[in-house]
């Protein structure tokens, strides 16, 4: 982009109407200008995350009604480029991260706005176009490991699912808080998820997760797309007061045996993220950035995922 295009246009990947990967198409849009308390942020990286998928596809209309054409893309690493009224100047020039607003214009482009409370500043211990890969796996496995189950020194946690974006992120949280943890991953993701921190690991494709459990667990981190029966299954695996706490189908408490349960709605939290990030620079946390594409190849990587081809984070680099 030329200096002067810098104050017009952009490319951006977007969507003009619901449907397939095919949807989404590169164009030249307008480059948004800060308003009232918002910062303008030079993309370095966005990621893919499987809600992508379902906006795309129009499942989410009634939950996240979106204004089309859509930008997509909740996380974002970037630089402070401009900032808005209201807003602390000093923060031009500052490398920062941020959840987006599931229905906010994202940041599968060169450049977004961000609501200015959103911002934090980014890890240092990473680059910034993989720092894309933390902010909403990172609070997912924050809300559902802190908020719904409690996570406690000496519990003993399985993370179903682990070989994904937020499960990686789960593993190294239980362990930081002192849990034993079981993971389940299959041949791909287990070097990734023995990093990440798990005790031990649950080849799901070998063998059920449920057969496989022989002790019962005090909390399950559910991060799989099962049935209702299979997610019953997994919580009869749980001790009696223990807590089942998923991301995906919906989890019921077992009231006869004080087994709580827990569903994450996962939110934008600069607090929890500015946290996260520390953990991520003390080397607590650590990312599992398993590829790095770019903009123009976003249709593909949402292929991908429809096969269930992607594992880890997916970053999206924009510069
Ligand atoms: N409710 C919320 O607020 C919220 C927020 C974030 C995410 N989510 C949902 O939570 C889920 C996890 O998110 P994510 O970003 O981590 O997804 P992801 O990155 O797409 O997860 C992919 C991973 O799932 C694993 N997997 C697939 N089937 C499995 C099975 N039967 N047993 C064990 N592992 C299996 C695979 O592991 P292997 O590589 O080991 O095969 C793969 O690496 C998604 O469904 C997502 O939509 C919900």
Redesign the pocket.
């Known amino acids: 982009m030329s200096s002067i295009d810098l104050e017009i246009t952009m490319h951006a990947i977007r969507f003009t109407a619901y449907g397939e990967p095919a949807v989404l198409e590169l164009a030249e849009v307008l480059v948004p200008a800060p308003g009232p308390g918002e910062a303008l942020v030079r993309v370095a990286a966005t990621t893919f ?3 992508d998928a ?1 906006l795309r596809a129009g499942y989410l209309q009634q939950q996240f009604p979106l204004a089309l054409p859509h930008i997509p893309g909740i996380d974002v690493s970037g630089i402070v480029s401009e900032v808005g009224a209201g807003v602390d100047r000093s923060l031009v020039g500052v490398a920062v991260v941020a959840f987006l607003p599931m229905n906010a214009a994202g940041a599968a482009a060169e450049y977004v706005l961000v609501p200015a409370n959103l911002l934090v500043h980014a890890p240092r211990s990473v680059s910034l176009v993989d720092a894309a890969a933390l902010p ?2 990172g ?2 496995a924050w ?1 559902g490991l802190v908020e719904h189950a409690g996570v406690y020194s000496g519990a003993r946690v399985l993370v ?8 990686g992120f789960a593993v190294g949280l239980a362990k930081h808080f002192g849990a034993y943890v079981l993971a ?7 070097d990734a ?1 023995r990093a990440a921190g798990a005790d031990e690991i649950i080849d ?2 070998r063998i059920p ?1 449920t057969e496989a459990v022989r002790e019962p667990v005090d909390v399950v981190i559910n ?4 049935s209702a029966t299979d997610l019953i299954a997994l919580r009869d695996r749980i001790a009696d007061g223990g807590v089942l706490v ?3 189908t919906p989890a019921e408490a077992d009231s006869g045996r004080k087994v709580r349960a827990g ?5 934008c939290d600069a607090q929890q993220l500015t946290h996260l990030v520390a953990l991520l620079d003390r080397g607590v946390l650590r990312l599992d950035v398993s590829e790095r594409y770019a903009l123009a190849d976003l249709p593909q990587v949402h292929e991908l ?1 429809a096969r ?1 081809a ?5 970053v999206i680099q924009i510069v």
């Open positions: 995350n499987p809600v379902a909403s796996a609070l997912t809300q179903n699912g682990a070989g994904g974006g937020v499960g389940t991953a299959g041949l791909r993701s287990q998820v799901y494709t997760v991060l799989v797309r099962s998923s991301t995906t569903n994450v709605f996962v939110r995922a269930g992607l594992r880890g984070k997916t």
